[in-house]
């Protein structure tokens, strides 16, 4: 497929940006699923981070992955270690196949719950397949709905 269409991908959520190399969890830092940012410190509330139709919602939760309108993939991914939590601090507000515009509501986070269980809240955006872009940001206090990165 030929990705002629620059797609901006936006913070889901408003707090601390970090780029993907920080995250404290290999599998991310190593971008071993691809590519990404993260954000932390967030009230709880995510958006999506561009246009497109939820696919997939893990059972536990605690990611989602949608595909974008031109067919590329992003995983939303919320907290570290968190499919440990069976579900419990999160509150799915999506469907599977479901379309969503970039800012609306996918999902909420008890940031207090997935604390007092020892577990690390930042919601991970990754780019599931190999991609070109720019990076707009890598660090420091964003809004939900800032441009992190162009996808081209």
């Known amino acids: 497929?030929?990705?002629?269409?620059?797609?901006?991908?936006?913070?889901?959520?408003?707090?601390?940006?970090?780029?993907?190399?920080?995250?404290?969890?290999?599998?991310?830092?190593?971008?071993?699923?691809?590519?990404?940012f993260a954000v932390s410190h967030h009230h709880g509330k995510i958006y999506a981070p561009a246009a497109g139709t939820v696919r997939t919602i893990f059972p536990t939760q605690h990611a989602l992955a949608v595909e974008l309108v031109d067919g590329r993939s992003l995983l939303i991914h919320m907290g570290i270690e968190t499919v440990a939590l069976a579900g419990e601090p999160f509150t799915i507000a999506v469907q599977e196949n479901q379309s969503v515009t970039t800012g609306e509501l996918l999902a909420e986070m008890d940031v207090a719950a997935v604390e007092e269980m020892g577990k690390e809240t930042m919601v991970i955006v990754v780019f599931m397949e190999e991609q070109g872009g720019n990076c707009l940001r890598t660090d420091g206090d964003i809004q939900q709905g800032e441009a992190v990165f162009h996808l081209k």
Do not use: H, Q, W, Y
């Open 1 to 36: 497929m030929l990705f002629k269409r620059k797609i901006e991908i936006c913070a889901p959520t408003t707090g601390r940006l970090l780029p993907i190399e920080e995250v404290p969890d290999e599998v991310f830092s190593s971008k071993m699923m691809g590519n990404g």
